[in-house]
């Protein structure tokens, strides 16, 4: 089992920046590819960024990128999500997720992942 914590979320003028965290407990971190993943109000949560488990690959959805970086520290169990020249439509609750995956994988797929935070709230204002 894995616990999934964010933080990071709150209210920020668009083309300002924030910085989400998600710290992981419960099983070795360095085992699990990790995602964020985004729900606005009305629509489907859609994937957002993923990166594999040593962090030498990722993935950007064309609406992050150049804007969004994720990260990771293995050493201190946390994947983050920096987020810059925020927009209003990046508006949502944003959640990560782990998956368990091979080491190269980066995993896009909602389904595939195994364990999810509980979301924090991002709100940009125009």
């Known amino acids: 089992q894995v616990q999934l914590v964010e933080s990071g979320g709150g209210l920020v003028q668009a083309g300002g920046s924030l910085r989400l965290s998600c710290a992981a407990s419960?099983?070795?971190?360095?085992?699990?590819?990790m995602g964020w993943f985004r729900q606005a109000p009305g629509k489907e949560r859609d994937v957002v960024a993923a990166?594999?488990?040593?962090?030498?690959?990722?993935y950007y959805a064309d609406s992050v990128k150049g804007r969004f970086t994720i990260s990771r520290d293995n050493a201190k169990n946390t994947v983050y999500l920096q987020m810059n020249s925020l927009k209003p439509e990046d508006t949502a609750v944003y959640y990560c997720?782990?998956?368990?995956?091979?080491?190269?994988?980066?995993?896009?797929?909602?389904?595939?992942?195994?364990?999810w935070g509980q979301g924090t709230q991002v709100t940009v204002s125009s």
């Open positions: 997720a782990a998956a368990i995956a091979s080491v190269g994988v980066v995993t896009t797929t909602q389904r595939r992942y195994d364990y």
């Open positions: 419960g099983r070795t971190f360095s085992n699990y590819a």
């Open positions: 990166i594999n488990r040593s962090g030498s690959s990722t």
